[in-house]
Structures are given as structure tokens and as C-alpha cells.
């Protein structure tokens, strides 16, 4: 290993030299100096010697020496201090202006008002006599100028060549440009037509998902100065600002396109509804004037109007009335939901004992059970249970709920029938449209109707309330309907205010309940006629 080599003071490099003599330079240094010397004059001048008056003379040099250097750094600090503070004074004023064309990117939603407001903050933020921005139009074969400011607003919706233009260079490379002579760059393609006279240039390319799309450039620097690599990432910065106000107004702009859609599609929904139950009340008008007569002359052939029948006609007259009540009895079902869905259905609320009204459904029903030997039992208490409704649409709930109960309960099957007066939270309607109802607890009754049926699968219990569906939709199903009485059932309970809803066990079967309030629906109109409702 070998000795490590000294270094002679004369062969250390100049900038240690330079750095050595600046701290033997310093002020503390000469001070301490001159104090040393100073004291040291003074032992000698009480020794009589001659340096006692010699070095103070020079204790005298080194503190001016000292102070002349003190002045010379703080004339030093406090241009750096001026420059500090300059410094961040624009820096400041470069960020309340980018905040300034933030925010006015928030408020607007299109494109050219939000790039003229970034084209004007680059032309103030970099001291530019003109900025525009541009963008690729003609599949990329030229850029035009969608913003402009200062000297440059003559040229605004010109085009540029993408192949013979400095933005259109900037594009085609993806890289930023800083132009000291912009006339004698071959690039550049001069415009004698504008009367502008360009000299210098800072371009930057905007990028929407990575690739260019347009440019954000300032020309003439205000003070003859060239753009430097700060205007340039100032530039940038204005740059992704504009591209996030162009996606902005885009997206403004396509939901807005989806707005229109949607509203001209509700518009067609709404035409197409509203044919619809007027399709729907006029078809049940005209099978319901014919049918009326299928019902009334077989009603008058079984009363022996036109005589004593043989037992075979008097079978074949039943089926054709039993068959023509049922019809009815689907029609007045389709008709009672177009007028439901066209808001023209009314309540003709009145004080209704539900005792009589479940009782009678029972004996409406009874035909239904003996055919099958089902059992059915009611069970009600001793207290007072009359409300406040529409006693028609209260029965064909009742009926709508019974009648289901013994479609799917097998033979000799119990079906029972439960009422309770009790208290409940129930949905309120809303004050607007869009807010979600508040619950509010009220007196009601509450119904229950419960079967040994074959119940009902968790997965098939959100389509029970639709309308023409069923829980088996298939060909081969075993029952037959129309899929129309649980959801008339739902809707003339929400109507009256209430709320139904079933508990089933697969294979065990099923409890259909709904509840009422006692004093009926709220926010009732009290100028809305009590329309009587009739069966058909």
C-alpha cells in the first residue's frame, strides 16, 4: 500500500484557494484578527517598544477592512433577499392565478369559453404579448386555433399545417419547444396576411389518455427576454388545466346528449302508456257489453226463463256462465290497473266494518274450498274494527288474498284468516319527489291470510306484486291466472296508505298480510269527489 502523497498549499486547486481566502475573508475572522493585533500593540506600547504604535495602525486598517466587508455582504444579502422575496412574490401570483383558472374550469362546462380563460391566464402569467391553443382537427392533418390572446386573437379559428407549423411539430414529436427566432426557424411558416411579427415562442403539446392532441403556446416575451424551461412547465401546467376542462365540457356534453335521449325516450314511454290504458278501457268496454249479455242470458236460462233445461244443457249453460264470470272478472282486473297507472282510480272512503267484509269475502269465496274440501277458519277478537275505506276494494283484497290461498293449498288444506287492531309504523308520502317516506306509527288493522300451501321460494318472492307475473311462469305450470290479483291487491293497499307483504316457507306454506290504517290514507285531497268504485 502506498504512503499517501502531501499536498503543497501552491498545487491546491483554485476554487479551494478562492474558498480558503473567502472565509479568511469574512468579517468575524478580520474582527478577531484586528483585536488580536490590537491587544497585543497595547503590551508593546506599555513596554515602550515601537510596535506598540505600529500595530495599532494596523489593528486600524484591519477594522475598516472588516466593516468594508461587512458592507459588502449585506449589500450581497439583501439583493439576495430582494431576489428571494421577488421569487416568491411571482411564485405566489402564479398560484392565486392558477387557482383563479381552476376554478373557472369548475363553473364552466364548454370547451372554448374555459380555453380562452386559459389562453389569457398563460399570456398574463408568462408577460407574453400573445398565447393560443390549438387542436388536431381533419384527422390530424391540421391544428386549429380554438383560443387566443393579446396580439394573437386575430388569428383565432385560423388553421396551422400539423406538417409545416412549430405547434404542429410540438404535436407530431410530443416534445415542448423554445424558439429564440421564430422567423428564421424553418418550421416555421409565416402568416404575411395577419400582420403579426413573431420573434420568440414557448410551446408544450396537450396530452388527453397520453397522446397530443393540440398545443398551448405564448409568444413575445413583454421584456424582449427568451422563454426559459420555467415558462415551459408553467406552460404544462396550463396545458393539463385546459385538457381537464375539454373532458369536463365533453362529459358535460354527453349527458346532456343522454338527458335529451332519456327525456324524449320518457316522453315516448309516457304517449305509449297512456295508448295503452286507453287501449286497454276501451277493449274492456266492448267485451264487457257483449259478455253482459253472455252472463244475463245464461242467469235467465238457468232460472227457467225459456223453460225447464234437460240436466246435460243445464251443465253446459253453467260452464258457459262460470266461464263468463271469470272473463269479467278479468277484464274489470285489467281495467282497474290502467286506471290505476293512469292516476284516474279513486277511493270512495267511507266508515267500513272490516268484520263484515272479511265475512262476506269468506261466503264469496266458500265455492272455491268445497270444491277441493279445504277448511277455512277466522279468527277475530271483540274489539271495534271499523276503519276508515273503500269497502269494493277492500272485499276484492279479501278476495284477491283468499282466492289464492285456495288455488295453491292442496285438497282438505286449512286456511285461516287472522285480525288484529293494533298499532304500526307505516310509510308516509313524501313532500317531493325523490325524498323517501318517513315512517310514522299509526292505529291500524292488520289482516292476515294463511295457507298449508306449497309456499313460496326465497328467490321467487320479488316477483308476487308484479303485474302478469307469476311465481311459475312456465307452460306446464299447474295453476292458471293472469298474474293480476296480488298486484291490484298491493296497489289498493298503498292507496288506502298501507303496506302488504308475505312470510313463506317452501313447502310449508305461505301467510299473505296487509295492514290499514283506522282513519285512512293521509294527505288525502278534501276536494277530491268520492267517486263510487263499482265491481266492474
Not at 11 to 18: E, I, K, M, Y
Not at 183 to 192: I, L, Q, V
Request: glycine share 8%; net charge neutral; with cysteine.
Amino acid at each position: 500500500m502506498s504512503a499517501p502523497s502531501s499536498v503543497e498549499p501552491a498545487a491546491l486547486p483554485a476554487r479551494s484557494l478562492r474558498r480558503l481566502a473567502a472565509r479568511l475573508y469574512a468579517p468575524r475572522v478580520v474582527s478577531a484578527l484586528a483585536v488580536t493585533v490590537g491587544w497585543t500593540g497595547v503590551y508593546f506600547a506599555f513596554r515602550g517598544h515601537w510596535l506598540g504604535v505600529a500595530l495599532p495602525i494596523v489593528t486600524t486598517a484591519l477594522t475598516l477592512v472588516a466593516l468594508r466587508r461587512g458592507e459588502e455582504l449585506a449589500r450581497a444579502g439583501g439583493e439576495s433577499l430582494r431576489s428571494a422575496l421577488d421569487t416568491a412574490a411571482r411564485r405566489n401570483r402564479e398560484l392565486e392565478r392558477l387557482g383563479q383558472v381552476a376554478s373557472s374550469l369548475l363553473q364552466g362546462a364548454e370547451a372554448e369559453p374555459l380555453f380562452q380563460v386559459v389562453a389569457t391566464a398563460a399570456q398574463d402569467l408568462l408577460q407574453a404579448e400573445g398565447a393560443i391553443i390549438t387542436l388536431l382537427v381533419e384527422e390530424g392533418r391540421f391544428l386549429r386555433i380554438m383560443a387566443a390572446a393579446g396580439i394573437m386573437t386575430v388569428a383565432r379559428g385560423e388553421l396551422l399545417p400539423a406538417e409545416r407549423s412549430l405547434s404542429g411539430w410540438v404535436v407530431n414529436h410530443d416534445q415542448p419547444l423554445l424558439s429564440d427566432d421564430m422567423e428564421s426557424d424553418p418550421r416555421f411558416t409565416p402568416r404575411p396576411e395577419l400582420g403579426l411579427r413573431l420573434k420568440t415562442a414557448a410551446i408544450v403539446p396537450l396530452r388527453s389518455a397520453g397522446l397530443p392532441i393540440g398545443t398551448i403556446s405564448v409568444h413575445n416575451r413583454r421584456d424582449g427576454r427568451p422563454f426559459d424551461a420555467h415558462d415551459l412547465q408553467l406552460l404544462r401546467t396550463l396545458g393539463d388545466q385546459a385538457v381537464v376542462g375539454l373532458e369536463r365540457a365533453r362529459t358535460f356534453e354527453e349527458l346532456r346528449r343522454d338527458e335529451l335521449a332519456l327525456t324524449a325516450k320518457n316522453l315516448e314511454l309516457q304517449r305509449a302508456t297512456r295508448l295503452k290504458s286507453e287501449f286497454l278501457a276501451n277493449m274492456s268496454h266492448e267485451l264487457r257489453t257483449p259478455l253482459n249479455a253472455v252472463i244475463g242470458f245464461s242467469d235467465l236460462l238457468l232460472a227457467g226463463g225459456a223453460g225447464e233445461l234437460a240436466p246435460q244443457q243445464r251443465d253446459f249453460v253453467e260452464a258457459v256462465l262460470r266461464n263468463g264470470r271469470h272473463l269479467l272478472g278479468l277484464i274489470n282486473s285489467v281495467l282497474d290497473l290502467s286506471k290505476i297507472e293512469a292516476g284516474h282510480m279513486t277511493l270512495a272512503l267511507a266508515s267500513t266494518d272490516v268484520r263484515e267484509a272479511i265475512l262476506a269475502a269468506v261466503a264469496d269465496t266458500a265455492s272455491l274450498r268445497a270444491a277441493k274440501r279445504q277448511h277455512c277458519e277466522v279468527r277475530m277478537d271483540d274489539q271495534p274494527l271499523e276503519i276508515l275505506a273503500d269497502g269494493v276494494r277492500l272485499r276484492q283484497i279479501l278476495f284477491n288474498l283468499l282466492a289464492n290461498a285456495s288455488k295453491f293449498t292442496p285438497d282438505e288444506g286449512r286456511i285461516t284468516v287472522s285480525v288484529v287492531r293494533t298499532r304500526a309504523p307505516l310509510p308516509v308520502p313524501a313532500e317531493r319527489a325523490g325524498d323517501r317516506p318517513v315512517p310514522l306509527t299509526r292505529e291500524v288493522v292488520w289482516i292476515a291470510v294463511a295457507d298449508t300451501g306449497v309456499g313460496i321460494k326465497e328467490e321467487d318472492r320479488d316477483r308476487l306484486f308484479q303485474e302478469f307475473s307469476q311465481v311459475d311462469g312456465s307452460p306446464s305450470r299447474r295453476q292458471s291466472g293472469t298474474g293480476l290479483g296480488l298486484a291490484l291487491s298491493k296497489k289498493f293497499v298503498e292507496m288506502h296508505g298501507g303496506t302488504i307483504g308475505v312470510e313463506s316457507l317452501y313447502g310449508r306454506g305461505s301467510t299473505f298480510w296487509f295492514m290499514l290504517p283506522t282513519e285512512g290514507p293521509l294527505r288525502r285531497s278534501a276536494t277530491e269527489p268520492a267517486a263510487p268504485a263499482s265491481n266492474g
